[in-house]
């Protein structure tokens, strides 16, 4: 069955250092990926989205992710966090016709 | 550009009450529509979506139903509110054609 892996529940960085959030995928074909990010009390904002082509992708904030189809892997790096990026994040996976599998998140905490 | 319209933002009902909540998307045709569900302080859960008018996929045995009468409308409901429905509900629209994915504002639903 297709599945989702967000191994980091929680990761605190400190403000300026780098950020790297993995997501982990299982699915039978190459999947539509995407990373969104909650803020407490708000909605789901898509960061970015990998369809199809050059696999490192650029999004919002700073934001960028890079699939590797080896590895089975979407992960989602920043160079340097603000303390307004401390939110909830969210990999997702589809394919046409078929369900949106998301991860159970990872919250991200920055330190001063 | 695609939309999502969702409503009401808020919304407390009674258990034992019935409910509507509709999702209309604009410009974009035969999207994919999902209803997803978050309770407080978990994840995403998956309830319904739909490849295509009348087609309704469920993920999760429960009281609630879906439908979607016209291509760009995608309705969920409630004969009988329970507790445990209380929870932010979240329409999300996939545009394969435009290889757009987002999702409504969601409404935040407290069963009373």
């Known amino acids: 069955a297709q599945s989702v892996t967000q191994p980091d529940i929680h990761i605190t960085v400190s403000e300026g250092a780098s950020l790297e959030l993995r997501c982990n995928y299982s699915?039978?074909?190459?999947?539509?990926l995407f990373w969104y990010v909650q803020s407490p009390g708000q909605g789901l904002q898509l960061l970015l989205k990998?369809?199809?082509?050059?696999?490192l992708v650029q999004g919002i904030k700073g934001f960028e992710a890079e699939f590797k189809r080896s590895q089975s892997s979407f992960n989602l790096r920043k160079p340097s966090v603000h303390w307004s990026d401390a939110a909830e994040y969210f990999c997702?996976?589809?394919?046409?016709?078929?369900?949106?599998?998301f991860g159970k998140g990872t919250t991200l905490s920055v330190s001063s | 550009s695609q939309t999502i319209h969702q409503w009401p933002a808020t919304l407390v009902q009674p258990v034992g009450s019935p409910l509507s909540l509709e999702c209309t998307v604009e410009?974009?045709?035969?999207?994919?529509l999902y209803w997803y569900r978050q309770a407080a302080g978990r994840g995403l859960q998956l309830l319904f979506y739909s490849v295509g008018i009348g087609q309704i996929s469920s993920e999760v045995p429960q009281n609630l139903s879906a439908s979607r009468p016209q291509d760009r409308q995608f309705i969920l409901s409630s004969k009988k509110l329970l507790l445990s429905d209380s929870g932010f509900y979240l329409c999300?629209?996939?545009?394969?054609?435009?290889?757009?994915?987002?999702f409504g504002q969601g409404t935040r639903l407290t069963v009373v």
């Open positions: 990998y369809f199809s082509g050059d696999t």
């Open positions: 999300f629209l996939l545009d394969r054609l435009n290889t757009e994915a987002f």
């Open positions: 410009g974009t045709s035969n999207p994919n």
């Open positions: 699915y039978g074909a190459t999947p539509y």
């Open positions: 997702a996976v589809t394919r046409a016709g078929t369900a949106l599998i």
